[in-house]
């Protein structure tokens, strides 16, 4: 084991803030830089820490939207109760300074080397640690077949809308399925409705052919589509899942 | 919201354990001391808005650890854990 890497303490580092972008009119895009950071694996998190002026202290995780060649990013959706993501996504200006510590986890990862099909399903923000699979991915020039089953509720709420397309325009192997759970546009080609094993049926590969499968999402929306995928012959264990909390 | 809105999984709490342990333990293989199922820690289901954290079997939903903070000090019990196998990184 690679001693001190392995069992040196995870410690908060400060990071600036070097660029924010909206994707939708709740989500945002922070672009980090952080002296110390080690580098990431896609699909990895981090924490966030904000301290307030009288020594408050919050931290919530945030998965990291870029691939492990790339800078640090995270992608950040405001829940309008929140204690932490309301600030990160409306008040967090480029040339700030926040804390953050990891990179974190070593179960809902995956690296281009292994072997496919990748298959990943994502509801809402769920999105943001399969798109750090996606473009690593495209970075790496794999040819790897994968299938993005993307969850939204409106077509203004699809986080990278413009970057999925463009990646599935290319017909390298991603392909890309949206489903729109409130409301379709006129003439919509996509699915309509929530997730189901009908849906997973249509979309996902047979569970013969044993792609690596990533979901990730609300506990609801996770539960639902790992159901699903055991319901069409999965084996529970070969679905990697991560829930997102209600606390934001 | 209701339990099972409330119920994260095992990665939620990775930052927790690699800060308690020095360790990246989401990947690592635990045994539930009372249904004795293998899960990766990922898979566990956790409550993290108590007090403390509590973690559960995701199959028997037996308490398997539990973790609480104060200013100072970090209180774990882990009776309900039969082992952790943590496998060497490649």
């Known amino acids: 084991m690679a001693g001190a890497a392995v069992l040196g303490r995870l410690t908060w580092l400060a990071a600036d803030v070097i660029g924010a972008a909206a994707e939708t009119p709740r989500v945002r895009t922070l672009r980090l830089h952080a002296d110390e950071w080690p580098g990431h694996r896609a699909g990895q998190h981090l924490d966030v820490r904000l301290t307030a002026e009288d020594g408050y202290q919050a931290f919530r995780s945030y998965s990291i939207a870029t691939a492990p060649d790339d800078e640090l990013a995270i992608t950040v959706e405001r829940l309008d109760d929140g204690e932490v993501s309301p600030y990160l996504v409306d008040e967090l200006r480029e040339g700030d300074r926040i804390e953050v510590r990891g990179p974190i986890g070593g179960y809902f990862v995956w690296d281009a080397s292994e072997r496919g099909p990748l298959l990943l399903i994502g509801g809402g923000s769920g999105v943001v640690p399969l798109m750090a699979m996606i473009r690593h991915r495209a970075g790496t020039g794999s040819s790897i077949p994968a299938r993005l089953l993307y969850s939204s509720r409106t077509l203004e709420d699809v986080i990278y809308r413009g970057e999925l397309d463009e990646l599935a325009a290319r017909q390298d192997g991603f392909e890309l399925f949206h489903t729109l759970t409130r409301s379709q546009p006129e003439g919509w080609a996509g699915y309509g409705r929530r997730i189901d094993a009908e849906m997973l049926r249509e979309v996902a590969w047979p569970a013969a052919d044993e792609p690596q499968v990533f979901v990730c999402g609300s506990t609801r929306f996770v539960d639902t589509a790992a159901d699903g995928l055991v319901a069409i012959g999965y084996e529970p264990q070969s679905v990697k899942t991560e829930r997102f909390g209600a606390t934001g | ?90």
């Open chain 2, 1 to 90: 919201m209701s339990s099972e809105d409330r119920r994260l999984d095992g990665n939620a709490i990775g930052g927790l354990l690699l800060e308690l342990f020095g360790l990246e333990l989401t990947a690592a293989m635990s045994i539930c001391r009372s249904c004795g199922s293998e899960e990766q820690v990922a898979r566990l289901h956790v409550y993290a808005d108590a007090p403390g954290v509590v973690v559960r079997c995701c199959h028997c939903e037996r308490v398997m650890m539990r973790i609480v903070r104060a200013p100072g000090r970090t209180w774990l019990d882990l009776s309900g854990t039969g082992s952790l196998e943590l496998r060497e990184l490649d």
